[in-house]
């Protein structure tokens, strides 16, 4: 995942850019599978653990948290607003723990890249928080960019953490030749040719930027656009005029400035701009980096006056205010050029002298400045900004600074007494979002705080403040915090804060202010709020809050005694009854029985089961308490402590449990042990308080709760290492709580722990450096420092990483580490430094008694035995009481004959005392504590001559540190009984157990320990080692004893001198071995068993196979401890690996080779490699280039050897051994160096036979991969069909569903258009049926969209009039438009065929939706409908085929480039907005598309936003082939030709709203003269000036829009008495929109002949109609007009006939049974009715034979459907042999074929859909009635 941010000084919010980041990663999380978002859900939940218990503080910044949550994740986690929090130290801990673990948790789930820009502007709490995220050391990669002039305190700490691997990149300015470099480019100049003609131009760049490439490119951009730099067309190059270059940035007095460019040079430049780009930029500086365009919108146009003026130019505004002033313009213009730069300024001098010349366009000049600037025109402003690239767009409306430098510069830009109403403005408007988010609100507040002061109402800043505050403390940002709750501390009202109505909010406010000012150290501050809290609060729990806040204040700053007092005056104020504050024994004696007795008395089950206390007065004083518990427990107080825990306890049982009851049964279970001597009882009082914890307590609770009772009472019932399972609890809930300090404890506890268990000491370093890690890195107390700090040294000291030769500097080492300095710094920052230093000196004891350094040893003991009460039931305090035993014995025997008997008494004492003390733990815990008793009472005896008792005493003290897994103790023991057998001489068992002791030592990871004690028994060692006599048995090799004596010297790989067969191999190189060498060296045994392992390894093909079976052979001949072979795959890894213990092992893939890895080591295996020789190294500890790393310190001292496997001349790999020092012999180098070269072969067969393996699985996968595909392909046509099928289906049902109602409306109108209609109804009842019919075309090619895309739509072609399909869509919608005020005008070029052979409908389709879209995409103005050849796509071949491209062009709301991409896809818009504003479904585009390529053509659209859109198509069609045809067009050509003709000689006036009507007017009268004009005032004097035949006037001609009179037309009409005026009509009816066109004008109101006509015009009917009015001679074939009359469907004959007929009809739709009954009756019949089959079938069979003359039956019927009526009736007529057969036709609105077909096999004789065409209808009729009767 990768993440990318950007600090911005602007805006000091805490965590912005972290808190974007995390985001942004989770963004990508929630963009992944719905699986995998919920695995990393669980992943995340597992990880946290108990601290997702605190997910919601951060979710509650990150909202793309949310969505990965459950419900009850966040469930009751919320606090309330108005709370007071103590625990601020904790939030922030709290805090930077969960954000650490989420971020943990997602570095383990991906790789984490974090890309962070200029962190230098970044704010403290992130800068804190990305410290906490390097010292965690999470595994992500993090990008940091800075200027180094600029890094801060923070950022400085930051760069020299030590944890993070750091590597730096320098981004420096350019030298001078990269500038060169740089202009070469930026000129196109070729840098090897013209670099010389560069140079001039360079030196003055360099010297005004020194190299800076950001000044560099503005410094270029701006000489280009002053046109110093400039392209040179006779050279055809780019070039410069370096005179004025010179002159432009020289000084008024000529000299060159020397001044380098700086941040004024940017103002400047940005001071160029129009002043609306200007206010733009300078708003948007305001704002952010990153800024919403509607945001500055709205601040540039509601800004005052005062605030968009700069200190610049303030002073321009004021004199350029008042027009006509030009002295005061000048000089304020001059003031605004004086302030620009030398540069910039230059050009406006020359510019001045340009345009003194023309005086008058000077003075428009100004007059258009000054109303610009009276303007603000915020689009201008954006316009110019980007223009420039001073901002970026980014998506939506949002847009970011293309440079900060930019930023800064507008900043500038704002006069700086005005900054703080420009912050104002911006807070107030960012108040008004939706969602505020109150960071950014406050930080603009605390910008103009003294302008809020100022407001009267400022209690909802101040909410907005009080809520940041709240946000920021509960994030970890204190000091942000801190100022958010001061400055709303500020906007009180000190006269009415305090008042009843505002007593709360304030108090809140106070309180939580205070109690996070003693944190940021605001220490003044502090006391000044305590002090007005205590003032005017009255309430005991209010100040129970005060009283806690101070202190902790005092505890913080080391004034425990004041603290302590402070907690006292609480318990005083609150009451409490039977409260004792001294410290006496026998006040705690009567609590702790009183307390003893009543849980005696309940017992602890019952105890556990008293629920919580309800008194809130009661929950504060037991809080007080154990407050007062913990101090006193740091303090030493041990009796108060007790006390307090027992009154506590005593509270909690009597009036219920608080949610600190459990940490006080825990205390009082302490108290129980150390007090009362009561281990078991104080234990079930430990184990209660955990209990009780659980129930009552929060995260903290549990966590102290079980820290507490595992550190000090569990080891009374339990061994000592089950504490570390319980740390490890409280250390998970310690730090889910934030709680550090019990976390830290936690971390400590179990460091220790796996001490005193006896862990691998390497292991118990790296848990002890981690938590002192974690210590450090969070700037705990010095005194958790100093008790890990005790564990680590020893752990370095028994290493022997330590000076252990000397006691003073035991814990000094080669690391820098000086005892005694840290101590004495110690000293200075501890309170009570007696406590941590007596647990540091008891651990330090260790070494001190270890290396015999007894004399200091019990110094430091006598010491440390004064402090042991203060670590009570501690551990380490009985290891220290044992060392100083062994001490003071080591002493009395070493000294037995100088020291006199009082010492000795005296010593003895001590020990018995120390015994006294252990023997009171062993009786309580055995286990844990019996066998250091017993190594005493074993050392006691050994000063005596009793040998049986010794020698029992040791071997019990063995026995029990082997029982109970104390390794360290098994060591200790054994060195002290080897050196008591020793000393009384029982040499060969002293060996043995010193032997023993140096190897248990070793395995310990106490290697100093182990060799000082080989030097100080070297001579026993030595002596008693008797294994140099070599046997050999089957199977088995056994070798010399380890080499123990100094390394031999290095030599070179020359053999001059072979070591013998069985001594120690001692030389570094291994040399060549060779067949003569080994027949020489080898006695029989060994070549057997070569032999015998050559045949084992060369038998195993299987790699697995092969490598076990070669690492047993290895261990089994070379008798190491352990060893690897490493073969080379792709690199070098480990393959297999082997020990003694634990046999072979391999790895697939091979384990990486790493330093970090503590099985082999790497660098010897890179040696081998590198080299490819051998090597042997004797002893790895006394060679400085491989004693480092993990494995060293696993390893220690011992002898490797790493061999080359070669084969073919080839390195393979090699193999690597260890064992103890010495161990090898030459005839092991022999033996495995043949065994290399048999292994060299076998692998490299092994691995032919694994490549084959490979290959073949690969080709396997490979195969199902195939076959998977085959199946998914498969599947997936399965899937389409199935899917063809259900849509088919669909389509089908959704066709009945709406052709049925829809047929009625139909038929109702077609009954409507029958009555007796005058003509504007009938009019208007034609275009309703025309639209019902292209309607009904429409449903059915939106059903059968299927068809269309799968190719089986077929063109009807048949004549079509061009010109009437386009009229007839224009009727059809026409009044939408008109609705909308839009004018509609259409034109067909001259050239086009007037009738071509087309698909009419289809046709009809492409333009009404193209018409459709037009007028729901236009607001205003107008559509223009053009036809014309398409010039350019003709047909080649083929005379009669010609392309028309067809036009629709419109002024709507246009279209992108990125909307066009979707344009004519189905089923989509060009943005969600407009589906929800303008309708649709998306798909008739997407249908025109196909329709048009259907017909031959291509469709497109050419638009601009906010201009409108062209929609374009080309159709192919033929030009008429058959005589019919022609003679439909001729006919046509001929009447309009005739009726032009009578018609030619009139004059015409025009006059529309719309050039495009006139143009109209013209392409529908050629060859007439005809004038057209806009307005009515051209109108009237054209009228005024010619006669006009014909008037014809325009819709949307309302003399309301214009100036004139309403009177105008009938003034025209007395003018030309003799005209005729036509008036372009819309037949309104209901609609109500008089004001939109002429209202109707009657013929008395007009002197002249006056027409409606209605639109659309059509030339036809508007020739005719002009011709008729005039009394124009009409030729006889074309008679006039007249009214027409409604067309008879049937002859009367046939309607005679009809009245004697009866027919049946079956439909279950009462409208469309009432539709079909009318028509029928209409036409005479007597028609019987059938609601369904079943009733229809009965009323056949109830009728005599021949009745019913035939039948409609429905298809779809409940019951019984048309096609089981008609089959029942077939059967019926076969039964009873009927000669007559029954007519049937089925009436249905399914349009499928395949219901077609299902009818007419069932019998039915004819097939009609609705809804029912009238002529349809009656041919129908004709067919089965008249021939019936006539049969």
Same mark, same amino acid.
């Given at each position: ?9 602007? @805006? ?16 990508? !999380? ?7 978002? @919920? ?100 595994? !992500? ?22 944890? $993070?691997?750091?590597?730096? %990149? ?73 005179? *004025? ?62 605030? *968009? ?31 620009? @730069? ?502 330090? %004891? ?16 006598? %010491? ?138 070793? @395995? ?626 209901? %609609? ?60 009367? *004959? ?41 009733? $229809? ?95």
């Amino acid at each position: 995942y990768v993440a990318t941010t950007k600090y911005d000084s602007r @805006h000091k919010v805490p965590y912005s850019c972290i808190l974007r980041s995390l985001s942004q990663i989770l963004q990508q !999380i929630l963009s992944e599978s719905e699986e995998e978002i @919920h695995a990393f859900y669980n992943h995340l939940k597992s990880h946290l653990g108990a601290q997702f218990y605190n997910i919601e503080l951060l979710a509650d910044l990150v909202p793309e948290l949310k969505p990965l949550l459950d419900p009850v994740d966040s469930e009751d986690s919320e606090e309330p607003i108005n709370a007071v929090h103590l625990d601020n130290v904790e939030t922030r801990i709290r805090f930077h723990n969960l954000f650490i673990e989420v971020f943990r948790a997602l570095a383990q789930w991906r790789m984490i890249t974090l890309f962070i820009d200029d962190l230098h502007l970044a704010d403290d709490p992130s800068l804190e928080l990305i410290e906490s995220i390097i010292g965690s050391r999470l595994k !992500i990669l993090l990008f940091i960019a800075y200027r180094d002039q600029e890094v801060t305190e923070g950022l400085e700490k930051l760069l020299s953490n030590e944890y $993070a691997v750091f590597h730096r %990149m320098r981004v420096d300015a350019l030298d001078f030749e990269s500038l060169v470099d740089y202009i070469c480019d930026a000129l196109h100049r070729p840098q090897e040719v013209d670099r010389d003609s560069i140079l001039p131009l360079a030196e003055i760049i360099y010297k005004k930027t020194r190299g800076n490439a950001f000044y560099t490119a503005q410094l270029i951009a701006t000489l280009e656009k002053k046109k110093f730099i400039f392209f040179n067309w006779e050279e055809n190059e780019w070039d410069y005029n370096l005179a *004025e270059i010179q002159q432009a940035i020289s000084s008024n007095d000529g000299s060159e400035k020397d001044g380098e460019l700086d941040i004024n040079f940017l103002v400047a430049r940005l001071r160029e701009l129009p002043l609306d780009g200007q206010r733009l930029l300078k708003w948007a500086s305001f704002v952010g980096d990153t800024f919403s365009w509607n945001t500055v919108k709205y601040l540039m146009v509601h800004s005052d006056p005062e605030s *968009e003026c700069s200190d610049t130019d303030s002073t321009t505004t004021a004199t350029l205010s008042t027009i006509g002033e030009e002295e005061g313009c000048s000089r304020a213009s001059s003031s605004v050029i004086e302030s620009l @730069h030398p540069i910039i300024k230059f050009s406006h001098h020359t510019t001045d002298k340009s345009k003194s010349s023309s005086g008058g366009s000077a003075q428009n000049s100004k007059h258009s400045v000054t109303s610009s600037q009276r303007s603000r025109d915020p689009i201008n402003g954006l316009q110019a900004a980007l223009q420039e690239g001073y901002i970026l767009p980014l998506e939506s409306d949002e847009f970011k600074w293309s440079h900060d430098r930019y930023s800064q510069a507008a900043m500038e830009l704002a006069n700086p007494k005005t900054r703080e109403k420009i912050h104002l403005k911006i807070a107030q408007y960012l108040m008004q979002e939706e969602r505020v988010d109150s960071f950014l609100v406050s930080d603009h507040l605390i910008k103009c705080l003294d302008l809020v002061l100022e407001l009267e109402d400022k209690s909802t800043y101040r909410d907005i403040l009080y809520e940041a505050g709240n946000k920021a403390r509960s994030s970890g940002a204190h000091k942000m915090s801190y100022h958010y709750y001061k400055a709303a501390i500020q906007l009180l009202d000190n006269t009415t804060a305090w008042n009843p109505e505002n007593y709360s909010c304030t108090h809140y406010l106070y309180s939580n202010a205070v109690s996070l000012s003693w944190v940021v150290g605001e220490y003044e501050t502090t006391e000044e709020y305590l002090d007005i809290i205590f003032e005017h609060t009255t309430d005991p729990m209010d100040r129970v809050t005060a009283y806690r806040i101070q202190h902790k204040y005092y505890f913080a700053r080391q004034m425990h005694d004041e603290g302590a007092e402070a907690l006292r005056h609480c318990l005083k104020e609150l009451d409490m009854e039977e409260f004792e504050c001294s410290n006496s024994r026998e006040n705690l004696d009567i609590e702790y029985y009183r307390v003893k007795e009543i849980i005696t008395r309940i017992g602890f089950e019952e105890m556990q089961t008293i629920g919580l206390c309800d008194c809130v007065k009661l929950k504060a004083i037991m809080g007080i308490l154990e407050e007062m518990c913990t101090a006193a427990y740091w303090l030493g107080n041990q009796v108060e402590m007790f006390y307090l825990a027992s009154k506590l306890v005593h509270l909690s049982l009597t009036r219920g449990m608080s949610s600190v009851s459990g940490v006080a049964l825990v205390f009082l279970g302490l108290a129980a042990v150390e007090m009362y001597n009561e281990f078991s009882f104080g234990e079930e009082l430990g184990s209660a308080g955990v209990v009780v914890s659980e129930r009552f307590g929060g995260n903290s609770e549990k966590g102290r709760a079980i820290f507490l009772y595992a550190n000090f009472l569990l080891q009374w019932k339990y061994h000592f290492k089950e504490t570390i399972t319980w740390h490890r609890s409280g250390l998970r809930l310690s730090l889910s709580a934030g709680d550090r300090i019990y976390a830290s404890f936690s971390h400590l506890h179990i460091a220790t722990g796996g001490f005193f268990c006896g862990d691998n000491l390497s292991n118990v370093l790296v848990e002890a450096e981690a938590c002192y890690d974690d210590i450090h890195a969070w700037s705990s107390s010095v005194d958790t420092n100093i008790l890990i700090m005790a564990i680590i040294r020893t752990v370095k000291a028994l290493q022997g990483h330590t000076f252990y030769n000397s006691a003073e500097e035991i814990f000094d080492g080669d690391d820098g580490f000086n005892d005694r300095h840290f101590v004495s710094e110690s000293l200075k920052q501890s309170a009570n430094l007696n406590v941590p230093l007596n647990w540091y000196d008891s651990f330090r %004891m260790l070494p001190l008694v270890l290396y015999g350094h007894y004399e200091e040893a019990i110094s430091v003991g006598y %010491m440390c035995l004064r402090g042991l009460h203060n670590h009570p039931c501690h551990r380490h305090t009985r290891m220290m009481v044992t060392l100083h035993s062994l001490a003071i014995i080591q002493k009395l025997r070493t000294e037995k004959d100088t020291l006199d008997q009082e010492a000795v008494e005296m010593y003895m004492a001590r020990v018995e005392k120390n015994q006294s003390l252990l023997h009171h733990w062993v009786e309580h815990s055995r286990a844990n504590y019996s066998m250091w008793y017993t190594l005493i009472e074993a050392e006691k005896a050994s000063l005596g001559h009793d040998f049986p008792k010794c020698a029992r005493l040791y071997e019990d003290a063995i026995n029990q540190s082997r029982d109970g897994g104390w390794y360290l103790e098994l060591c200790i023991c054994h060195e002290y009984a080897g050196a008591f057998y020793e000393s009384v001489g029982m040499k060969n068992v002293a060996y043995g157990l010193i032997k023993k002791t140096v190897s248990l030592y070793v @395995h310990h990871g106490s290697y100093g320990k182990a060799h000082q004690l080989s030097v100080k028994f070297g001579s026993l060692l030595s002596e008693y080692d008797d294994d140099r006599i070599e046997t050999h048995e089957v199977g088995i090799q056994t070798d010399p004893f380890p080499f123990l004596g100094p390394q031999g010297t290095w030599s070179t790989s020359s053999m001059a001198n072979v070591n013998a067969i069985n001594e120690p191999y001692i030389s570094e190189t291994i040399p060549p071995v060779t067949t003569e060498q080994t027949l020489l060296t080898l006695d029989i045994l060994d070549m057997a068993s070569i032999l015998k392992s050559s045949q084992v390894i060369s038998s195993e093909v299987k790699f697995d196979s092969l490598l076990k079976s070669m690492m047993s052979i290895i261990l089994e001949n070379s008798g190491a401890d352990c060893g690897a072979i490493i073969v080379k795959e792709e690199k070098y890894g480990m393959c297999a690996y082997g020990s003694q213990q634990d046999g072979a092992m391999t790895f697939d893939p091979p384990r990486q080779l790493s330093e970090d890895d503590s099985l082999v080591s790497s660098r010897i295996i890179h040696h081998t490699i590198n080299t490819g020789e051998s090597i042997f190294i004797h002893n790895v500890e006394q060679d400085a280039r491989f004693a480092i790393g993990p494995w060293y310190e696993h390893s220690g001292n011992k002898s490797v050897i790493c061999m080359p496997i070669i084969h073919k001349s080839a390195l393979v790999g090699c193999l690597i051994i260890e064992g103890s020092s010495g161990i090898f012999t030459q005839r092991h180098i022999t033996v495995l160096s043949l065994l290399c070269q048999q292994m060299g072969i076998s692998i490299t067969n092994a691995f032919l036979f694994k490549s084959v393996q490979r290959v073949t699985m690969a080709n396997m996968r490979m195969i199902e991969m195939q076959k998977k595909a085959l199946e998914d392909a498969r599947k997936s046509k399965e899937a389409a069909v199935r899917a063809t099928r259900l849509r088919e289906i669909f389509l089908a049902n959704m066709s009945h569903e709406i052709r049925t109602p829809f047929s009625g409306f139909y038929g109702m109108i077609s009954l409507l258009a029958e009555t007796e209609l005058d003509t504007e109804q009938r009019d208007l009842v034609k275009t309703a049926k025309e639209s019902c019919e292209i309607l009904l075309q429409i449903i059915d090619d939106l059903l059968n969209f299927s068809k269309l895309q799968a190719g089986k739509v077929t063109l009807d072609l048949s004549p079509v009039v061009v010109e009437d399909v386009i009229a007839d869509v224009v009727e059809m919608l026409i009044a939408m438009a008109i609705q909308k005020n839009i004018n509609i005008a259409y034109a067909v070029a001259e050239n086009v065929p007037t009738v071509v052979m087309a698909d009419g409908n289809r046709l009809r389709q492409v333009i009404i939706n193209l018409l459709g879209n037009a007028i729901k995409f236009t607001h205003e103005g107008e559509i223009r409908i053009l036809c014309s050849l398409d010039t350019k796509n003709q047909p080649k071949d083929g005379a009669d085929q010609v392309s028309l491209l067809f036009e629709v062009i419109d002024t709507g709301i246009g279209i992108s480039n990125e909307q066009r991409k979707v344009l004519f896809e189905p089923f989509s818009q060009v943005d969600g907005s407009t589906t929800r504003k303008y309708g649709g479904t998306g798909l008739g585009l997407s249908i025109c598309l196909q329709l048009v390529q259907l017909m031959a053509g291509s469709i497109n659209v050419s638009s601009a936003p906010g201009k409108g859109s062209n929609f374009f198509f080309t159709v192919q069609v033929s030009k008429l082939r058959n005589q019919a045809s022609r003679s439909v067009r001729s006919e046509i050509y001929e009447e309009q030709k005739q009726l032009l003709k009578c018609i030619s000689q009139i004059r015409v006036l025009a006059i529309s709203k719309y050039a495009a009507t006139i143009t109209m007017i013209r392409h529908l009268l050629p060859g007439i003269y005809v004038d057209g004009v806009l307005h009515i005032d051209e109108f009237q004097k054209l009228a005024s000036q010619k006669s006009y035949d014909v008037i014809i006037v325009g819709l949307f001609m309302n003399p309301e829009t214009t100036k004139v009179p309403s009177s105008w037309l009938e003034d025209v009409s007395k003018i030309n008495p003799k005209g005729l005026i036509i008036i372009m009509n819309y037949p309104a009816g209901g %609609m109500n929109q008089k004001s939109k066109w002429i209202e109707p004008i009657s013929s008395q109101k007009l002197d002249c002949k006056a027409v409606r006509i209605a639109v659309p015009l059509r030339r036809t009917k508007l020739i005719r109609t002009i011709a008729e009015m005039l009394e124009k001679k009409i030729p006889a074939n074309y008679p006039k007009a007249i009214k027409p009359k409604p067309v008879s469907l049937i002859t009367d *004959e046939e309607r005679a006939l009809y009245s004697n007929l009866n027919l049946l009809i079956a439909e279950d739709n009462p409208v469309a049974q009432k539709l079909l009954l009318k028509q029928l009756t209409r036409l005479g019949f007597t028609v019987e009715c059938a609601n369904n089959g079943l009733e $229809a079938v009965n009323a056949w069979s109830n009728h005599p034979i021949g009745y019913f003359t035939m039948g409609f039956f429905d298809h779809h019927m409940p019951k019984c459907d048309g096609v089981a009526a008609t089959k029942r009736i077939r059967e019926i007529e076969q039964e009873e042999n009927r000669t007559t057969r029954f007519p049937i036709v089925a009436l249905t609105a399914d349009v499928q074929e395949s219901a077609r077909q299902i009818c007419m096999a069932a019998g039915m004789d004819g097939y009609l859909t609705k809804p029912l065409n009238q002529k349809v209808l009656a041919e129908a009729l004709r067919r089965y009635c008249v021939s019936s009767s006539n049969t």
